[in-house]
């Protein structure tokens, strides 16, 4: 009942008295945001373009997220249904996430970066080059749309330690991304650890206090835990 009461919530951060008075425009950038927020960002940040099937695959899922990946999997849902995109997902040895509009409404928030490696296909025995995307800072400008992606990423690479003191861990160039929005949001970073063998694989990890604000936020849609 926790889980389904916190998707039902997160939902109506888009749809209620907290985003009133926008326009659609500004409501759409916000639920993209957060969908964004939750992508993987870990090693899910990549595109093949020239691939016949992996073109169109926006991001993918590893396990033991269930929680988040409901969420996710309602958000997009709901976001479909408003603007219309399509979309499907595909279940193997991980959950990928497919493209099926003619667009990608998702594409503007990253910049593209030749990698100078490749994908080898097994089934069809082609190399195609890997490209990185890189989140670009100028298409997260108004406030709202700061606040719903990093609500999205703390239901996936977040956790709380108190109410004054939570924290993201990730790849360093996202953390760094992160960063970048809680200082511009006037958030109080209270350290930064480095990657490091002892630290989970080399993640980085940036521990702060949350403005009221988003403090609140994370009350009110139950994902502040302690």
Do not use: W
């Given at each position: 009942?926790?889980?389904?009461?916190?998707?039902?919530?997160?939902?109506?951060?888009?749809?209620?008295?907290?985003?009133?008075?926008?326009?659609?425009?500004?409501?759409?950038?916000?639920?993209?945001?957060?969908?964004?927020?939750?992508?993987?960002?870990?090693?899910?940040?990549?595109?093949?373009?020239?691939?016949?099937?992996?073109?169109?695959?926006?991001?993918?899922?590893?396990?033991?997220?269930?929680?988040?990946?409901?969420?996710?999997?309602?958000?997009?849902?709901?976001?479909?249904?408003?603007?219309?995109?399509?979309?499907?997902?595909?279940?193997?040895?991980?959950?990928?996430?497919?493209?099926?509009?003619?667009?990608?409404?998702?594409?503007?928030?990253?910049?593209?970066?030749?990698?100078?490696?490749?994908y080898?296909?097994?089934?069809?025995?082609?190399?195609?080059?890997?490209?990185?995307?890189?989140?670009?800072?100028?298409?997260?400008?108004?406030?709202k749309?700061?606040l719903?992606?990093?609500?999205?990423?703390?239901l996936?690479?977040?956790?709380?330690?108190?109410?004054?003191?939570?924290?993201?861990?990730?790849?360093?160039?996202?953390?760094d991304?992160?960063?970048?929005?809680?200082?511009?949001?006037?958030?109080?970073?209270?350290?930064?650890?480095?990657?490091?063998?002892e630290?989970?694989?080399?993640?980085?990890t940036?521990?702060?206090?949350?403005s009221d604000?988003f403090?609140?936020?994370?009350?009110?849609?139950?994902?502040?835990?302690?």
């Amino acid at each position: 009942m926790a889980t389904i009461r916190k998707i039902v919530l997160i939902c109506m951060f888009f749809l209620v008295n907290y985003v009133a008075g926008q326009n659609r425009n500004e409501l759409v950038k916000e639920r993209e945001a957060f969908l964004i927020g939750m992508f993987n960002h870990f090693s899910g940040d990549i595109y093949i373009p020239e691939h016949p099937i992996l073109k169109n695959r926006l991001t993918f899922f590893l396990g033991g997220k269930e929680k988040m990946l409901k969420i996710f999997k309602d958000s997009i849902s709901l976001y479909g249904q408003k603007s219309g995109f399509k979309y499907s997902f595909q279940e193997n040895d991980f959950l990928e996430l497919y493209n099926l509009s003619p667009y990608n409404p998702f594409e503007k928030y990253y910049k593209t970066i030749y990698k100078n490696d490749f994908y080898s296909d097994p089934k069809d025995d082609k190399e195609y080059k890997i490209y990185t995307l890189k989140l670009s800072r100028k298409a997260f400008k108004e406030k709202k749309v700061k606040l719903s992606f990093l609500l999205g990423a703390f239901l996936n690479s977040g956790a709380s330690i108190s109410e004054d003191e939570l924290f993201y861990r990730g790849k360093s160039e996202y953390i760094d991304f992160v960063i970048s929005l809680l200082k511009e949001m006037k958030f109080s970073i209270i350290k930064v650890e480095l990657p490091n063998k002892e630290n989970l694989g080399g993640l980085k990890t940036v521990f702060f206090k949350p403005s009221d604000e988003f403090r609140q936020i994370l009350k009110d849609y139950d994902v502040l835990t302690n």
